[in-house]
């Protein structure tokens, strides 16, 4: 089946610092890939969608400049938090498709745990 | 817009106990209807799904139909395990989104 990576699985990192999460499908293409986050015990919120070559799609509320979406290449995309805050700790997973269809389903890595101190 | 209601939990069971998580949906067009699992610190995997109406997915003795005319997804297992216990989420695809439930609690005491 599809698999996708998320790496680091676990960042901890000082308040004013940016820190870079990898997400990569590792045997097949994704031409979008999806950035979620979630609050303890909450459901998971969709922060934006990653379009390879292109600029990503933010959700209402999200904050382009912090939240920076890299989408390189077919396999890879990357999440950068930058200037991080406590407020941003939060668990962060990134999910992919293989065709491009709306209705496929999607598979999603293993998240990436981020705790800003 | 679309969206997706869960029942919300925890919801606490016996071993062997019959479980039903309920899930209604709202949607434009057909969407197909996703439940994901999430075990502590893991991300989600694919439990079942459904694609159109009146299909059932099935997997580990988890069942779920696909019921347009009530607009519903809901979990079914006839006798859970203690392994069982996680956080279920039901899902709905369209429109280039998924819209995720606010996920159930389940927890099986032996």
């Known amino acids: 089946g599809a698999v996708v990576s998320q790496h680091p699985s676990w960042v901890i990192c000082k308040s004013g610092t940016s820190v870079k999460i990898e997400c990569r499908s590792l045997d097949f293409q994704a031409t979008t890939m999806f950035w979620y986050r979630q609050f303890p015990k909450q459901s998971l919120m969709l922060m934006a969608t990653s379009n390879e070559g292109s600029k990503a799609t933010y959700e209402q509320g999200v904050e382009k400049d912090k939240f920076l979406i890299n989408h390189a290449s077919l396999t890879l995309s990357t999440l950068t938090v930058t200037s991080a805050h406590p407020e941003d700790s939060s668990f962060y997973i990134c999910?992919?498709?293989?065709?491009?269809?709306?209705?496929?389903?999607?598979?999603f890595g293993p998240g990436t745990r981020l705790t800003v101190t | 817009g679309n969206s997706v209601t869960q029942m919300e939990g925890p919801v606490t069971l016996s071993e062997e106990a019959f479980l039903t998580i309920n899930c209604t949906y709202t949607a434009t067009g057909y969407p197909s209807l996703f439940w994901y699992v999430q075990y502590p610190g893991e991300g989600l995997q694919l439990l079942l799904k459904?694609?159109?109406?009146?299909d059932k997915g099935s997997n580990k003795g988890f069942e779920a139909t696909y019921r347009k005319e009530t607009t519903s997804f809901h979990l079914e297992k006839g006798s859970v395990q203690v392994s069982d216990s996680a956080v279920y989420f039901c899902?709905?695809?369209?429109?280039?989104?998924?819209?995720f439930g606010t996920g159930t609690r389940l927890k099986v005491l032996a």
């Open positions: 459904a694609t159109k109406a009146d």
């Open positions: 899902a709905l695809a369209g429109t280039y989104k998924y819209i």
């Open positions: 999910s992919a498709g293989t065709s491009g269809d709306p209705y496929e389903e999607q598979y």
